[in-house]
């Protein structure tokens, strides 16, 4: 009796392994067929072109800040484009369309192709990762591309104070020390994180941005714009009007770093490489931002007056890196007496809808307009030089030249001088 037991329990056993096999298995080949059926496309570019030519999906960010819960895809899109559909692709293998509400960004700067957002109210009874686009609801869209939608869920807390976002950098730039000490300046003042979205440039700053992104601080998104569109290098509309988008696309990557760093980073400086925000009253943006949310607890941006150095060799209190191209901004500390009327800014990115290159377009909560005494913004960019007389001495940037000097000396060391 015992020994019919054994036989009985060793088949059971035997036929419940068996099963799970099979099961497995079948689960496993059912999966790579959905796949092959579905041929799944996950784009991860950060510019996709879609089939009409007319439309560029950036990316497309969750925002639970409505009345319902939406995605927010940003675009690049010709002004006659009027009907896309946002396809949810369910996690039990369907897919829902939803009609796209296009939200135009007003500044164009009467060029035919801008900034964009497709809002997608999110459909019931759907859990999702990824979406498609398409100017169709009744297409089949197997073969569109898929784009992971961002910032789902949110993230319960920041993971940086501070995070610089930087427009386009374009041509065979070659301001190698500007950049370093820029990026250098940036930490010292106390950012977590740089975005740059990076066009072109020359090899000698590829090497400049290697070295930052392998230390953890920098984020390069390459933005090959010129491969999709005819592009402005120029800011007026009349003496560019054979391009199709203005200044490299440059709202559209201020908007997308905006997003990118919606739930990561508590504020966020959009501005160009060769502007830093300089305290004046505080040494660090940790205390000037303490001071500014005390002073305006209702205000969600901040703007800087921007103050223009005309890069020229200056002063000879200190020395430079002969050997390393670029603007010295430690030898330029004379200004212009007439301050820039554009200004640049700082966020609550959580409060803010749409921005563009010198004005938020829609936001949560005030905007205020920062004192010069408390900081300003520092523009150090290569001009004619101004007369001596329209001219005024400036040295707010040489509390921080020890330390800078330092610093900038270890990257040019490990940079170019490493073996």
Known sequence: MAGIMKKCFYLMNLLISISMIIYIYSEHYQRKAERRTLNVRESTSAITALGDKRTFILSPYYDPRGRTPSVRVLVIIHRRVKKLYCWFHCDYNSSVSVRAHINHHRDWFHYAYGTAA??????????????????????????????????RPPPAAPSVNFTVCISTMYGNYNNVLQTIQSLEMYKLLGAGRVTLYLNQCHQNLEKVLRYYVEEGILEVIPWPIHKFLRISNIWRYHLSNNSQVHYFAQSATLNDCLYRNMYS????????????????????????????????????????ENHIFPAVANSSEWTTWGDVPGVDILQNIFKKRVFGKNRKYLVDPRKV????????????????????????????????????DSLITDRTLWRYNVSLTQNVNKVIQQVFLHR
């Open 265 to 304: 980073s508590k504020f966020v400086f959009l501005h160009d490489i060769d502007e830093i925000i300089l305290p004046v009253k505080h040494h660090d943006w940790p205390s000037l931002m303490e001071s500014l949310e005390k002073r305006y607890p209702e205000a969600s941006v901040f703007f800087f």
């Open 353 to 388: 809808y749409q921005a563009s290159i010198h004005r938020v377009l829609k936001k949560d909560g005030k905007h205020k307009y920062v004192p010069r005494r408390l900081a300003f913004g520092f523009h150090c960019k290569s001009r004619q030089p101004a007369s001596n």
């Open 118 to 151: 497709l809002l997608c109210e999110e459909p019931p009874d759907c859990p999702y990762r990824y979406i498609s686009i398409h100017w169709s609801k009744g297409q089949n869209i197997t073969h569109l591309p898929r784009f992971e939608v961002r910032n």
